[in-house]
Nanobody, 116 residues
Framework: QVHLVESGGGLVQAGGSLRLSCAAP???????????MAWYRQVPGRQRELVAV???????NYADSVKGRFTISRDNSKKVVYLRMNNLKVEDTAVYYC???????WGQGTQVTVSD
């Protein structure tokens, strides 16, 4: 298991932006480089859904619903993965979770609320 710590959630108006961060403070650089990092989100009563993935090999994928608005990036030297969210919509409201795919490790989640 990997210890993951998210931050950056909050309340924002529709059309606004937020940047989420996910750190793996207990892992050394050489290990973090090999991680496949992803962001998921979940609203009450619905399944957790994949938002974006930044694989260790450099591959990046997005859910169709966020393409063109969200950007995932990683800074391996800092052991952090980011999710930049622009042009936020009310339907983006959810708890956002950081996930390491290979170890199936989850962060505690951070709430993002978009008001109209």
């Amino acid at each position: 298991q990997v210890h993951l710590v998210e931050s950056g959630g909050g309340l924002v108006q529709a059309g606004g932006s937020l940047r989420l961060s996910c750190a793996a403070p207990r892992k050394i650089f050489s290990v973090f480089v090999g991680f496949d990092m992803a962001w998921y989100r979940q609203v009450p009563g619905r399944q957790r859904e994949l938002v974006a993935v930044a694989a260790s090999g450099g591959g990046i994928n997005y859910a169709d619903s966020v393409k063109g608005r969200f950007t995932i990036s990683r800074d391996n030297s800092k052991k952090v993965v980011y999710l930049r969210m622009n042009n936020l919509k009310v339907e983006d409201t959810a708890v956002y979770y950081c996930h390491e795919e290979k170890s199936d490790s989850w962060g505690q989640g951070t709430q993002v609320t978009v008001s109209d």
